[in-house]
């Protein structure tokens, strides 16, 4: 039996607690996750570098899941753009049922074999990288989709919540055992919330790798409402000391686009140059600071 199925001996008597003792139940489970992830950090390293090396050379992530793995998949892909100022096709979320599956369950798509390949072949390239995504670890949608991945010779991973039989279209298994949920088999519980911490993981660190920061400053992000112009602001007047209203004056000029107002204020330069030096510092706002200095 998988791990997720098995019966939790500390929460079989869940339903005779009241709400506190339910929610202290739970508060316990969800403590050993930090803990597993823990447990499988180098395995984690292994694909986030092979990620950077992809991004780096041209390359896509793709995540790929049913259910709940899918739609953390599709959240965490989602939110790039915004953060860290990417393309959308950059990193991409596969799940097994298409965008419907998003809001209600789609009877027997995680079984949809056929589905899984099609979609792959129509959009993964030898260049890219998948992981996909099964906390029980025998999804047939993803393990169908990571075999052909892995035939148009993309690099894969795959992320579970169970011992793992590793397959030769798998390079690079990640296994983190949060141990049988509160609820026998509810993945979306302990299973889903490493599973979100190992995607925040793998899609920050590679932006940051790939000079979407400055420290730890969202320097790349998009001022899509007026919440992250407000933070484009406050990011400009930090790294360079001027206030609100002189670092709003220049992110007008260079359309709120943080990295050039910064080297704008620090050197006096004009749009033209800022974008010129942070092309040829491949984005890195950092060395574009240390090379005026």
């Known amino acids: 039996m998988k791990i997720t199925e098995k019966l939790n001996p500390d929460t079989v008597d869940i339903d005779k607690l009241d709400i506190a003792e339910i929610l202290h139940k739970i508060n316990l489970e969800d403590m050993k996750v ?3 992830v823990s447990q499988s950090l180098t395995h984690i390293e292994l694909f986030i570098s092979k990620v950077i090396d992809v991004m780096k050379a041209g390359g896509k992530l793709f995540y790929v899941g049913s259910g709940t ?12 753009p915004p953060t860290f100022g990417v393309e959308n096709e950059i990193v991409q979320g596969i ?15 995680e079984d949809n074999e056929k589905d899984a390949v099609s979609k792959v072949k129509s959009i993964v390239t030898d260049k890219d990288i998948v992981l996909g995504i099964s ?4 999804t047939p949608y993803v393990l169908a989709a990571l075999k052909q991945a892995n035939i148009l010779g993309a690099y894969t991973g795959i992320l579970v919540c169970n011992e793992f039989d590793n397959y030769d279209f798998i390079d690079c298994p990640i296994s983190v055992i949060v141990g049988p949920e509160a609820i026998a088999g ?37 001022p899509l409402n007026k919440k992250l112009k407000d933070r484009s602001i406050a ?22 686009q943080i990295k050039e107002a910064v080297l704008m204020i620090s050197f006096g330069m004009e749009l033209i140059d800022a974008r010129a030096q942070l092309e040829r510092n491949n984005g890195s706002l950092r060395r574009s600071l240390d090379e005026n200095r």
Do not use: P
């Open 34 to 36: 930090s803990e597993a």
């Open 69 to 80: 793995s899918g739609r953390l998949g599709v959240l965490d892909a989602s939110e790039c």
């Open 95 to 109: 799940i097994a049922g298409g965008e419907k599956a998003l809001m209600t369950s789609i009877e027997g798509a």
């Open 135 to 138: 906390a029980s670890s025998a």
């Open 186 to 222: 509810s993945t979306r519980m302990k299973a889903g919330t490493a599973t979100k911490m190992i995607l925040n993981m793998i899609s920050t660190t590679a932006m940051i790798k790939m000079n979407c920061t400055y420290g730890n400053l969202m320097v790349n992000l998009k």
């Open 235 to 256: 990011i400009v007047s930090h790294i360079t000391g001027k206030n609100r209203s002189e670092s709003k004056d220049v992110l007008k000029i260079s359309n709120y």
